[in-house]
Antibody, heavy 120, light 106 residues
Framework: EVQLVESGGGLVQPGRSLKLSCAAS????????MAWVRQAPKKGLEWVAT????????YYPDSVKGRFTISRDNAKSSLYLQMNSLKSEDTATYYC?????????????WGQGVMVTVSS | EIVLTQSPTTMAASPGEKVTLTCRAS?????MHWYQQRSGTSPKLWIY???KLASGVPNRFSGSGSGTSYSLTINSMETEDAATYYC?????????FGSGTKLEIK
């Protein structure tokens, strides 16, 4: 059974940093692109970052480029999101998600999500 | 960036009723994917590559469309189908989502 378990969320002040983790199990982690997708309270879904199987390629939307860094440790089957210079608009539930394929980009498994609140 | 517009924003359907949700893209996309999100839970892949049902999805659901116009149809609404449905395109970066259709049971 595929499982994705996020951790590391919490309350953080604007301008500070936070690192999220996602522990994957039930599949060969190193074979899949992985992503982070967020959802602000009562809002829709927003893709945040994607990383290739080896970690050599990363992709971000303009809203987080230069502030967020996605990384992975295939030996530990773990995905990370380093978030710097956090803003109030980054407040959201952050989901770890697996890309279904490397050609057609959809997200076939999602974690339970972790809440990040950016507030003074 | 490709913008996805879903309609309606909210709707209510009676058990047994046929339901159609639509998603329009600002530019042509190769496929559309759909997710179901029940209240307080994480999204689940529901339909991928326009018309393929994800594992465990009842066959009363179907997906269709091409180019800039796509739809998700429920043949006969059931109470468990009450949820928010999001469309998503991955044909070009950044992947984008529609704002969702909240489907309620009457």
């Amino acid at each position: 059974e595929v499982q994705l378990v996020e951790s590391g969320g919490g309350l953080v002040q604007p301008g500070r940093s936070l690192k999220l983790s996602c522990a994957a199990s039930g599949f060969t982690f190193s074979n899949y692109y992985m992503a982070w997708v967020r959802q602000a309270p009562k809002k829709g879904l927003e893709w945040v970052a994607t990383i290739s199987t080896s970690g050599s390629r990363t992709y971000y939307p303009d809203s987080v480029k230069g502030r967020f860094t996605i990384s992975r440790d295939n030996a530990k089957s773990s995905l990370y999101l380093q978030m710097n210079s956090l803003k109030s608009e980054d407040t959201a539930t952050y989901y770890c998600a697996r890309h279904g394929t490397t050609v057609v980009h959809y997200f076939d498994y999602w974690g339970q999500g972790v809440m990040v609140t950016v507030s003074s | 960036e490709i913008v996805l517009t879903q309609s309606p924003t909210t709707m209510a359907a009676s058990p047994g009723e046929k339901v159609t949700l639509t998603c329009r893209a600002s530019s042509s996309v190769s496929y559309m994917h759909w997710y179901q999100q029940r209240s307080g839970t994480s999204p689940k892949l529901w339909i991928y590559e326009t018309s393929k049902l994800a594992s465990g999805v009842p066959n009363r659901f179907s997906g269709s469309g091409s180019g800039t116009s796509y739809s998700l149809t429920i043949n006969s609404m059931e109470t468990e189908d009450a949820a928010t449905y999001y469309c998503q395109q991955g044909s070009s970066y950044p992947p984008t989502f529609g704002s969702g259709t909240k489907l309620e049971i009457k």
